[in-house]
C-alpha cells in the first residue's frame, strides 16, 4: 500500500505563489508516475500536472501550464507543485495521487493511490 499526504495549501492572493508538497510513505517504489488533481465544489476532478519518476516527462493542464511547476525528490518521497500566479478559478481541492506505471496518464481512474486534499484558496 501506498500513502500520500499532501501539505502546503491554504489561501493565497491572486498572483501570489504557493507550494504544495505530497509526501510518500509505504510501498513507495510503486510510485512511478505522480500527479496533481484538483476538485472545485461542484465540478468534476480534474487533472492538472504529473510527472514521471525520473521527472524526465512531465505534463500540465492548459489551464495551468506556465503558471505551475510539477517537480519530485525521490530521496524524500516527495512531489511538489509550485504555483505561480494562481488565480481565482484555481480555487479547489488539491489531491496527489500516483500510479505503479511510469506512463503519465490524466484521467483520475488510472491512479488507484490518493492523498485526502488540501484546500487552497486564492482570492481576488
Known amino acids: 500500500q501506498v500513502q500520500l499526504v499532501e501539505s502546503g495549501g491554504g489561501l493565497v492572493q491572486a498572483g501570489g505563489s504557493l507550494r504544495l508538497s505530497c509526501a510518500a510513505s509505504g510501498r513507495t517504489e510503486s510510485n512511478y508516475v505522480m500527479a496533481w488533481f484538483r476538485q472545485a465544489p461542484g465540478k468534476e476532478r480534474e487533472f492538472v500536472a504529473a510527472?514521471?519518476?525520473?521527472?524526465?516527462?512531465?505534463s500540465y493542464a492548459d489551464s495551468v501550464k506556465g503558471r505551475f511547476t510539477i517537480s519530485r525528490d525521490n530521496a524524500k518521497n516527495t512531489v511538489y507543485l509550485q504555483m505561480n500566479s494562481p488565480k481565482p478559478e484555481d480555487t479547489a481541492v488539491y489531491y496527489c495521487?500516483?500510479?505503479?506505471?511510469?506512463?503519465?496518464?490524466?484521467?483520475?481512474?488510472?491512479?488507484?493511490?490518493w492523498g485526502q486534499g488540501t484546500q487552497v484558496t486564492v482570492s481576488s
Open positions: 495521487a500516483s500510479r505503479s506505471w511510469d506512463i503519465i496518464a490524466t484521467t483520475p481512474t488510472r491512479y488507484p493511490y
Open positions: 510527472i514521471t519518476w525520473s521527472g524526465s516527462s512531465t
